[in-house]
């Protein structure tokens, strides 16, 4: 019985701490998203988009702490998704909900004004840090909940795509910040601010871990494959093909690898068979052994 227990105490240790890391990393992120806003935006009186955005155009008007509405916000989307979604829709969130209502709930006087004077750099350093600690977020399979809930609560009634509602909620939001700031110049601003959220998002998940798919036709095939299955330690998947133009049976090297392996796979091929064809395209996501983890 003891040695039972041993063992799946020694089973759930890698996954406890792989817990952990994933809600420091989070937590993280969020730090750095909640700068974003208290260091560039709010000060600059630039609305982003998200319920954040939207907590932060009532912070302008009526000066309700951006915390207090972010909770309350989000605690009626909770309420609605755990209803229409299930209990199990996202555990992470909730606690992502949460740190982020005492993140933002810290006085915005304990930080320093205006860093810089400069609207559209706070703009753009704002989106920047922004889209780097929602990044940190995403990357460990998390969501900062608002309009992400309403994306899943609509997409389960309607085919329409999340991002695309996502998109309509951030510029209802932005374009709403005018009503209350009058200024079309703050509001172009968080336009800019969300457009750089959004670039900087994706060149931060799709940056490092970038990843192609290589097609290569040699028939040199066995020698290259031997190369980049025991040196560059990736797998390969040789197939069977027909070139339609000879009517020749061909074999076609298929391996997927990180964008930077590329350029000593394609010294090697060039170095083994100069006249190699080679296809390579990028892919969205890889996941599996050797590359990023399928998370929930």
Known sequence: MTLNLQKMVKAQKPKLESV????????VGLVLYVLSWTLFLVPAQITGGGISGLAAVIFYSTKIPIGLTYFAINAVLISIALK??????GVKTVFNMIALTLLFAIPQEYFPGALIEDNFLSAVL??????????????????????????MIVNKYRNISP???????????????????????????????????????DA????SNASAQIFIF?????????????ESVRGVTVLDGTGWYTQQNVKVIMTIVRKKETSIIFRKVKEIDPNAFISMASVMGVYGQGFDKIRG
């Open 20 to 27: 952990i890391k994933d809600y420091t990393i989070m937590l």
């Open 84 to 89: 229409i979604l299930g209990p199990n829709f």
């Open 126 to 151: 704002g989106g920047m840090m922004g889209g780097v600690g929602i990044g940190l977020v995403f990357s460990r399979g998390g969501s900062t909940g608002g309009t992400d809930i309403i994306a």
């Open 163 to 201: 991002g695309r509602i996502i998109l309509y909620c951030d510029v209802i939001i932005i374009s709403s910040s005018y009503f209350l700031v009058h200024s079309v110049e703050k509001m172009v601003y968080g336009f800019v601010s969300m457009a750089v959220v959004s670039y900087t998002l």
């Open 204 to 207: 931060f998940l799709s940056g």
């Open 218 to 230: 040699s028939p040199k095939y066995e020698e290259i494959a031997d190369f980049i299955n025991n």
